[in-house]
């Protein structure tokens, strides 16, 4: 599991002041509460700045990446602008970045993580903005559910849940409806 957590973001553009990032690759998604900015920067509470995300990691034994040993696992991290009164298209992407969590990978549980800076060139910005991250990465090792990386997997239920549902429809369909 790993823990991102966003500690600053900096020179934003001054036209945004409600905010959300975003943390995804395929179906997968993470993100954060609602930011807001003031004079281009902004420091969310914990509790607002935390995505979680689980994810499979391997090891290609001679081809692992250099540094966590793990094959590179590239994730879109996504600058969200919120427009809190329009009806449709609430939320727009502004800016994107690129994030390798292989690289932040452990066998060992850690309790503060690492910062890291990430910094996206942004819609209407005249210089990119400065994010301020922490990536913690958290060992599951006995995880029974999937982490949507395969097809197998039906929106992150494991195995038993999908059983269970199973054979809910099936009692259903066996119930006979009369004319």
Not at 31 to 42: L, M, N, P, V, Y
């Amino acid at each position: 599991e790993f823990m991102v957590t966003v500690k600053s973001l900096d020179k934003l553009p001054s036209k945004y002041k409600h905010l959300r990032l975003s943390l995804t690759k395929g179906g997968k998604l993470a993100s954060t509460k609602e930011i807001f900015a003031d004079r281009q920067h902004a420091e969310p509470s914990l509790a607002d700045g935390t995505m979680k995300m689980i994810c499979t990691m391997y090891r290609t034994p001679g081809a692992a990446r250099a540094g966590s040993g793990f094959d590179e696992r590239l994730y879109k991290l996504s600058l969200m602008r919120i427009n809190p009164r329009a009806m449709r298209e609430r939320e727009k992407k502004i800016g994107s970045s690129f994030i390798n969590l292989a690289e932040y990978a452990s066998l060992e549980a850690t309790s503060t993580g690492q910062d890291i800076k990430v910094t996206m060139k942004v819609a209407e910005g005249t210089e990119p903005a400065a994010l301020q991250l922490n990536i913690r990465s958290t060992w599951l090792k006995n995880y029974r559910g999937g982490d949507g990386d395969t097809n197998s997997d039906i929106s992150g239920m494991n195995l038993e849940t999908a059983s269970q549902a199973t054979s809910v429809v099936s009692s259903l369909n066996s119930i006979d409806e009369g004319d």
